[in-house]
DNA sequence: TTGACAAGTGGAGACGGTCTCCATATTCTC
DNA sequence: GAGAATATGGAGACCGTCTCCACTTGTCAA
């Protein structure tokens, strides 16, 4: 929401040494004491409760560097639209079967009002390359991005499911296929 | 699972006094701190935690209460096997709009385990009663009991929507029409 | 009834995770 | 480089959870 003030260089290095020390435990599946993750990040835990009062609130800052590093990936100048929007997709399952303790441990801290905001911009982030394809004749223009966003959405929150690694990729295929305009 | 051994007298009254105390703060929807079922009950906190290990214990605990309570109302000899149906579908409904604060602290706190190892005992007098109906030529004998089970279930898991109580008590009456020989 | 043993009790206090507080350190601004 | 603003860290307060055991109560055979 408010993006506020800009932070003091130490403070941001802090913040972000924090962040990533979540990242790799959240990701090993790892259950830590909320302030041991402040020793991984070699801050003391003041600094982390300034920064993060709650585990919900460092789960959602992981969560939307998670989602801004995916959509920073989406727009490659030196492909066509087409192409990255088929790299896209492939890559958002990818990161979600490479990171799957990662994908499980936010469904479960996350909470609902973050998991929408950051909705919106991987919604813009689909959108937009939907058009660019659209525009460049290689994907169909009657597809609703939202649609695609609910099926992405479906794959993540399987992720617990046998199986899931192979049947996402076939699932995220099958969606690939189904934009092509016929 | 196993019933064991026959409590003493005075750890059966403690045990009793345990569920009632904790039933009623849960209905209420009161958070309290996991001792302080044992000060309400007026018992220790050793007792509490012999009788029952976790809060998920204690939940269950009250869960199948509330189970068997409902089981138990089921049949009335004064009544015609109709009646009984009738009358046990519409108390299911109504119970549960009246303690919805129990309904949704359970369903938050008991384990799936014990909450399929009661949902037996439920099938069981939904079976019972349908078969007796039927029997008696008021009811159809082509519904399957787990299909009423599934309709009584979705109804008591949507227990913080808007407009619920009023929906479920439509929706029962739904169902009961809909049991009937045409 | 009573004695003796098993069963059950209560609550003080150990334990351990969460969070606050503030003297000190670092960065920023001019 | 001085002063203001900002950020730090970690000792220890705080507060639920849970254990432990000296003591009480219930049970039952005699």
Redesign the pocket.
């Known amino acids: 929401m408010t993006e506020s003030?800009p932070?003091?260089?130490?403070?941001r290095r802090?913040?972000d040494a924090i962040v990533a020390a979540a990242r790799s435990s959240f990701d090993h599946g790892e259950q830590l004491?909320?302030?041991d993750f402040a020793a991984r990040a070699?801050?003391?835990?003041?600094?982390l409760?300034?920064?993060f009062?709650?585990?919900a609130a460092l789960a959602a800052a992981v969560y939307e560097d998670e989602v801004s590093a995916l959509c920073d990936r989406a727009r490659d100048p030196s492909r066509s639209p087409g192409e990255n929007l088929d790299t896209f997709l492939r890559g958002f399952v990818d990161h979600l079967v490479a990171h799957a303790g990662l994908a499980r441990t936010l469904a479960a801290i996350v909470d609902p009002a973050s998991r929408a905001k950051n909705g919106v911009e991987l919604e813009r982030t689909v959108a937009d390359l939907m058009t660019r394809a659209a525009a460049d004749g290689v994907v169909r223009n009657d597809v609703n991005p939202e649609a695609v966003l609910m099926l992405l959405h479906n794959i993540g929150s399987a992720a617990d499911r046998p199986q899931w690694a192979s049947q996402s990729r076939g699932a995220i295929e099958v969606v690939i296929a189904g934009l092509k305009r016929t």
Chains 1, 2 share one sequence.
């Open positions: 003030k932070l003091r260089a130490d403070a802090n913040r004491r909320f302030d070699g801050v003391g835990v003041g600094t409760y300034r920064h009062p709650t585990r």
